[in-house]
Every structure is written in C-alpha cells, then in structure tokens.
C-alpha cells in the first residue's frame, strides 16, 4: 500500500536520479486509487509538470496500466465506444510517463513525472521503482 513513508522514499530516490540525468522535473505519487500521496516540484522545474505528473500518476493508478497505454481504450477526438470528448476527465492523460507501482500481484500505487520527454519521464520512473525496491 502506498503510504507517506514510501512515497518519500520514491521521492527522494527521484531526486537522486533526475539530478544524475541533470533534468529537473516533477514526481508524483498517488495510492491505488489514485489519490495524491505525495508531490515534488524540482528547483528550476517548470510549475505545470507538478499537474502533468499528477495526471500520469491517477491515469496510471486508474487504469492499472502506464498512462502511455491508455490511448488503446479509444481516441478521445473520435466519437463511439471507448475515450472520448464525452467522458475524458480534466485527469486523464495519455502522455507517457506514468507507471503503475506492483508488489507482486498486488498495485500499491503510482508514479508520474514529468519534465523531460516523455521516454525519460518514463525511465526516471522506472528508475525511481527499481532504486527502492533493490534496497
């Protein structure tokens, strides 16, 4: 279960990384559920990645899938079945760089970040989860 003890320690492991790969950039950490935990803005990042981070952490956490994977339930612009201009949420993104968070079968959480492209955001999440879990 994601708790502020853990997303701390996913936040300062973030840190850690995005400052080896000299980015500065926002990292966001919500429940299975998809509520906030926990959220950090770098120095230098700009203001709207905290918002985008959170958004990749709840679409990732929602859909127990990486955010960048949700586009597969429909393009929001098209109408019919699936996503669409009906029901997308102010939330819902399909931008990459949200990672659902496992303990073996179980999703205990998510994280978002959101600062350099897409493809880094998502191996500083990667990153991130691997980092805590192999200590």
Known sequence: MMNLELAKKLLQ??????????TTCSIALVDENGWLVALHRMKGA????????RDKAWTAAVF?????????????????SGLNTQNWNDRLTTIAGGIPIWD??????????????????????QKIIEGVRSK
């Open 13 to 22: 492991k973030g840190i850690e990384i995005a400052q080896e790969m000299e």
């Open 46 to 53: 700009p203001s709207p990645t905290a918002e985008i981070a």
């Open 104 to 125: 073996g079968d179980l999703m205990i959480g998510a994280i978002g970040a959101c600062g350099a492209t897409p493809e880094e955001d998502v191996s500083l999440c």
């Open 64 to 80: 127990r899938r990486p955010s960048s994977e949700v586009a597969a339930y429909g393009d929001p612009k098209a109408s019919g």
